[in-house]
C-alpha cells in the first residue's frame, strides 16, 4: 500500500489550497481515508475523513472551510481547503485503512503517506 500526497505549499491567510493523495495497493473499494495535520511542537490531530460508503467527517476547527472528497476512480483522495488561517499551518499526512468504519484518531490508520507542507502567512 503506498500514499502519495501533493498539493502542499505557502499561502496568506484567506487563501485557497487543494490537496491530494493518491493511493495504490488497496485490494477492496471501500476503504477509510483521512487527512491528519501535526504543527511543530503539537500532537497529530484528525482534520477530516471519508469512510468507506463515502461520509464525511470534520474537525470543528475546520468544518465550513474544508472539504475532503474522493475520486474512487482515480483512488485519490483531495483536500479542498479554503479560508485558510495561520493556525492551519502544519505538515498534512493522508492516512487509509481496509473497512467501512473509521474516525478521526490517527490510532485508527494503518497506511501512511510521507506528508505535505501547508503554511499560511498572516
Known amino acids: 500500500v503506498q500514499l502519495v500526497e501533493s498539493g502542499g505549499g505557502s499561502v496568506q491567510a484567506g487563501g485557497s489550497l487543494r490537496l491530494s493523495c493518491a493511493a495504490s495497493?488497496?485490494?477492496?473499494?471501500?476503504?477509510?481515508m483521512g487527512w491528519f495535520r501535526q504543527a511543530p511542537g503539537k500532537e497529530r490531530e484528525g482534520v477530516a475523513r471519508?469512510?468507506?460508503?463515502?461520509?464525511?467527517t470534520y474537525a470543528d476547527s475546520v468544518r465550513g472551510r474544508f472539504t475532503i472528497s474522493k475520486d474512487t476512480a482515480k483512488n485519490t483522495l483531495y483536500l479542498q481547503m479554503n479560508s485558510l488561517k495561520p493556525e492551519d499551518t502544519a505538515m498534512y499526512y493522508c492516512?487509509?485503512?481496509?473497512?467501512?468504519?473509521?474516525?478521526?484518531?490517527?490510532?485508527?490508520?494503518?497506511?501512511w503517506g510521507q506528508g505535505t507542507q501547508v503554511t499560511v502567512s498572516s
Open positions: 492516512a487509509a485503512r481496509e473497512g467501512i468504519r473509521c474516525g478521526l484518531d490517527s490510532h485508527e490508520y494503518d497506511d
Open positions: 495497493g488497496y485490494t477492496s473499494s471501500r476503504y477509510c
Open positions: 471519508i469512510n468507506g460508503i463515502g461520509w464525511e
